[in-house]
């Protein structure tokens, strides 16, 4: 029976502004979302034995329906009237728990893939009504755009204007729960005033956009990660910011032999999972 091979990609944040808490518990944002070429595989196969079932073999991640691609295909697969099997295999590649949208991404790809294999049809606007049930990052990947994020993540707007930049992705090692990291969140109103522009040309210009109302809590609890922000700008990046709730730091380069060179001292000093990607 039919079988797809897909990528899915991780995500960094050049921008992530806490605008306030809402009634829900959720945190409104204002958040710019860039794709990087660090990918999961993921291989989805329809078959005849009912069921779902998914297989990651990584520490940290549940097989089963603990995963949320599980969660992905039981939406889609509760649409349709096929009497068919869905079998999930994920090559992890992205850091887990790291800020980079993982297994938002992983979710994102089962729900255009498991929409193609069962050609249920549905439009990309459909796909991220179920993903954002499933995660809030999710419709971002749907979305395939570098992205001015809002609410808490599901209303975008592409930023059709950004150059192609690389970016070298750092991970201590460190595990940081995103709901941690929102708990221990102090609010403060001042970033709402900043303006951001629907396009930009350079690293450097990247580099003003870079902040992250949720850098303080994590960093506050794992001080190691301004040291690895200031070694990405000692080996010569335009800005460096943590992703997402952390842990993973990240510098932004014009230049690929530069971004290679850092990448390759930082895990040779360090011992770190440290890479150069491209933006997407
Ligand atoms: C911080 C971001 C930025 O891109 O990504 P990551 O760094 O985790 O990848 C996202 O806001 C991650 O959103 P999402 O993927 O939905 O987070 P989850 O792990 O499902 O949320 C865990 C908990 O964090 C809190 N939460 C989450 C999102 C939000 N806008 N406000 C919140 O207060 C909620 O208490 C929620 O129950
Ligand atoms: N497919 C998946 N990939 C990664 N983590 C997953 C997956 N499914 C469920 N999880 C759980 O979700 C948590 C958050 O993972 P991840 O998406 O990698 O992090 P982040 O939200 O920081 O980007 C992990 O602790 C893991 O237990």
Same mark, same amino acid.
């Given at each position: 029976m039919a079988k797809l091979h897909l990528l899915a990609p991780a995500k960094v944040n050049y921008r992530l502004d806490v605008l306030g808490k809402r009634p829900d518990g959720y945190h409104d944002l204002r958040m710019v979302m860039q794709r990087v070429d660090l990918c999961d595989e993921v291989i989805i196969s329809l078959n005849d034995v009912p069921g779902i079932r998914v297989t990651c073999g990584k520490k940290g991640v549940p097989d089963g329906p603990g995963n949320i691609a599980w969660r992905a295909a039981d939406a889609l697969l509760q649409l349709s009237d096929k009497a068919v099997g869905i079998d999930i295999a994920i090559n992890k590649r992205i850091p887990v &728990?790291?800020?980079?949208g993982g297994g938002s991404s992983d979710a994102a790809t089962v729900l255009m893939g498991v929409n193609d294999l069962l050609d249920l049809n549905l439009s990309d606007e459909r796909l991220m009504e179920i993903g954002v049930k499933l995660g809030a990052d999710v419709p971002f990947f749907i979305f395939k755009k570098t992205a001015l994020a809002e609410g808490v993540g599901e209303k975008l707007t592409a930023m059709e204007s950004m150059p192609a930049l690389w970016v070298v992705l750092v991970n201590p090692g460190i595990h940081v729960p995103t709901a941690w990291v929102y708990q221990n969140l102090r609010l403060t109103?001042?970033? &709402?005033?900043f303006i951001i522009r629907g396009s930009y040309s350079s690293a450097a210009e990247v580099a003003e956009l870079l902040s992250n109302d949720l850098e303080p809590v994590t960093c506050g609890k794992h001080p190691v990660l301004n040291e690895l922000k200031a070694m990405l700008l000692e080996a010569g990046a335009a800005g460096s910011l943590m992703s997402g709730s952390g842990a993973t730091v990240f510098g932004i380069f014009e230049e690929e032999a530069i971004a290679q060179k850092a990448a390759t001292e930082i895990a040779a000093a360090q011992g770190w999972f440290s890479v150069a990607v491209k933006t997407i």
């Open positions: &728990a790291a800020g980079l109103t001042k970033q &709402a005033d």
